[in-house]
């Protein structure tokens, strides 16, 4: 597991969108998977990516989007994942269209949109029973609370072991949300986390610091059996990682 520290979110978002290019020319793998978080901090990232500085570098034909979580909402309600990722990065650069796999956010039920998304990345991936995607590339957020994609401290979800994908419910709305499991996201090939601010140093200390604890945090619980884990703050959320300097 690797830290870098950034100055700020723009510093991050650059580096962030650098990596996804390095990860995609690096990658041998025909087709490089990418699967992406919701929420704001990765948003600037996905403006960087969409930026032709970087997005001319990208081998968007071979390149295929999945995402980590979804809200239960519209594609065109100001919450979903899939709408946000649409508007900043997929709307302005060339991605066949059939290299976006959205969950199914407006379907009628949880159940069903997440039994959708299953059958997708099997079909994808061509998995036989009991095997999971690996992802070239999952980038993660981490809330204040630890929770990471939409798997929640104590949550149902986090305790999944065979399905792919399920319903989830968050304490802040939508409360219906669909996510990746955690033996999906630990099967992938490459992490990179993006925390930033203040609100986040203790979480961010205990995740990274105590992984020992008791009763681990969601993020904690992202320890990929073979791939690498990335963590990308800026200096808020880093702020407990480090004595205090000055005194
Ligand atoms: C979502 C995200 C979620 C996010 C964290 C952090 O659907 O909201 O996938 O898991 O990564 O909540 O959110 P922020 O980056 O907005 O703090």
């Known amino acids: 597991m690797r830290i870098e520290i950034f100055p700020d979110l723009q510093a991050l978002s650059r580096k962030a969108a650098s990596y996804i290019v390095e990860e995609a020319r690096a990658s041998r793998d025909r087709p490089f998977t990418l699967a992406l978080s919701g929420g704001s901090t990765p948003r600037e990232a996905y403006r960087s990516l969409a930026d032709p500085s970087f997005s001319s570098l990208m081998p968007w034909k071979r390149t295929h989007i999945f995402w980590v979580d979804e809200r239960m909402v519209s594609p065109t309600d100001c919450d979903s994942n899939y709408g946000m990722v649409r508007n900043l990065l997929v709307s302005h650069i060339s991605v066949p269209p059939e290299n976006v796999h959205p969950f199914a956010g407006d379907l009628p039920s949880p159940e069903e ?35 990471t994609a939409s798997l929640f401290p104590s949550s149902k979800a986090l305790l999944e072991t065979r399905r792919l994908a399920v319903p989830a419910h968050s304490e802040k709305p939508p409360h219906s949300r669909l996510t990746l499991t955690l033996p999906v996201l630990n099967m992938a090939k490459k992490i990179i986390f993006l925390v930033t601010g203040k609100e986040k140093a203790y979480t961010v200390k205990r995740v990274l610091k105590d992984p020992r604890e008791a009763s681990p945090l969601p993020a904690g619980l992202i320890q990929p059996s073979l791939g690498r884990v990335l963590w990308l703050l800026d200096e808020e959320a880093a702020s407990q990682l480090r004595p205090v300097r000055g005194i």
């Open 113 to 147: 949109a997440a039994a959708r998304y299953e059958v997708e990345l099997k079909e994808f991936f061509q998995l036989g029973r009991g095997q999971f995607p690996e992802f070239n590339l999952v980038l993660l957020g981490m809330g204040e609370d630890g929770h």
